[in-house]
């Protein structure tokens, strides 16, 4: 295993470096103390695992890690540091390890086979990278795991998923570092805050070597941009399947009612983030117009259940549709039925009081009071 160390500090790099010279397949191919001429060596050599020093001159060992990892996203980083385990912590690293000076032996050989068996887990991540990779976004975002098996991504912090999933959105665009700091960071200490998003952002990267080369965030000067790779996104096959399929009609109803279900949620649903909403509605408004169609085209054929249906499952996703109320209210009294035309009403009213504070629209109300006076001429 080639090993690269990066620390400011002389005696400390030199005892590192004899403590690893005691273990077995290990070849220390540099050590610097100058942490900008080791990014340089770093990135030209062949290196599988580096020793950070967390304190350094110029530049962070997070920054620094930051940079190595945007240019080699499976290099191996294990930071070093002076403080305490519990120091250590508030940093919230997902690290593959990190060693407290002075290094023990000990300890410096657990964190040399956990490297170990990283390495060889790689074999298994190539393999993931060749398969295309399914994640759903509609209410709670999860990722395949195994064949039709999804979990939930498992973030050491909330910020990071937040961060994540912004950048998600954003997908493919440039979104620049004072954009996200103020997004997650506003009240911070301006001093402090690009290495809560370093932080962040190295975690996200750890995060998802656990799926391969199917994510990668890209340092662009004062940018990041998260490309994906043969990830099939639910959002993204629900809207082509509707941009590419031909008007409703007898011979296309049924594969409209199939794409529909992979409408399982609203986007990101689960999530209380604001920058979602006007993606949320746009897709809403979306799944919202093809609803209406289908039941319209229902109600046009004559096949009232299936409409009804529609209407219904519009009412339950959107309380506020007043439209579907009303189109049920209409269905209902051609069906001459009074208890549900009432009942129907009844809940409309309910629902706006209750959610809204507001009564129903006048055109409705003055329809049904028109509807009661004809029932009673009946």
Request: with cysteine; glycine share 2%; aromatic share 12%.
């Amino acid at each position: 295993m080639k090993v690269i160390l990066v620390d400011d500090e002389q005696l400390a790099i030199d005892y590192l470096e004899r403590q690893l010279m005691k273990l077995t397949d290990i070849e220390v191919i540099g050590k610097f103390i100058d942490p900008i001429i080791g990014r340089e060596e770093i990135l030209l050599k062949e290196v599988d695992l580096v020793f950070l020093d967390i304190s350094l001159p110029e530049i962070s060992g997070i920054e620094l890690a930051e940079q190595l990892l945007e240019q080699k996203p499976d290099l191996n980083i294990v930071f070093v540091t002076a403080y305490n385990e519990y120091a250590v912590k508030a940093f919230e690293l997902n690290a593959v390890d990190y060693i407290v000076k002075p290094v023990g032996a000990d300890r410096l050989t657990k964190t040399i086979d956990r490297i170990s068996e990283r390495v060889e887990s790689k074999q298994v991540e190539t393999e993931i990278e060749t398969l295309t990779l399914r994640m759903n976004i509609f209410r709670q975002v999860t990722v395949e795991v195994s064949n039709r098996h999804f979990s939930v991504i498992q973030w050491r912090t909330a910020k990071a998923q937040e961060l994540f999933l912004y950048l998600l959105q954003h997908r493919g665009q440039l979104v620049r570092k004072s954009v996200l700091i103020d997004m997650l960071w506003p009240e911070h200490e301006p001093d402090k805050v690009y290495s809560q998003l370093y932080t962040a952002i190295y975690h996200i990267r750890k995060t998802l070597t656990s799926y391969g080369g199917h994510f990668q965030i890209v340092n662009s000067m004062e940018n990041y941009v998260l490309t994906i790779e043969d990830v099939q996104l639910d959002v993204e096959e629900w809207e082509t399947k509707l941009a590419s399929s031909p008007p409703l009609s007898a011979d296309t109803i049924d594969d409209y009612i199939e794409i529909m279900k992979l409408y399982t949620g609203n986007y990101l649903q689960e999530y209380d983030y604001w920058w979602a909403e006007s993606e949320r509605q746009r897709l809403k408004e979306l799944w919202l117009s093809i609803s209406y169609g289908i039941a319209d085209w229902y109600e046009e054929q004559g096949q009232m259940e299936e409409s009804i249906f529609w209407y219904i499952e519009i009412c339950v996703q959107h309380v506020q549709e007043e439209k579907a109320h009303f189109a049920l209210m209409k269905i209902y009294a051609r069906m001459d039925n009074y208890i549900l035309v009432n009942r129907q009403y009844s809940s409309l009213i309910a629902t706006l009081l209750d959610e809204f504070n507001e009564p129903p629209s006048a055109y409705i109300t003055e329809w049904y009071e028109q509807w009661l006076v004809r029932q009673g001429s009946n």
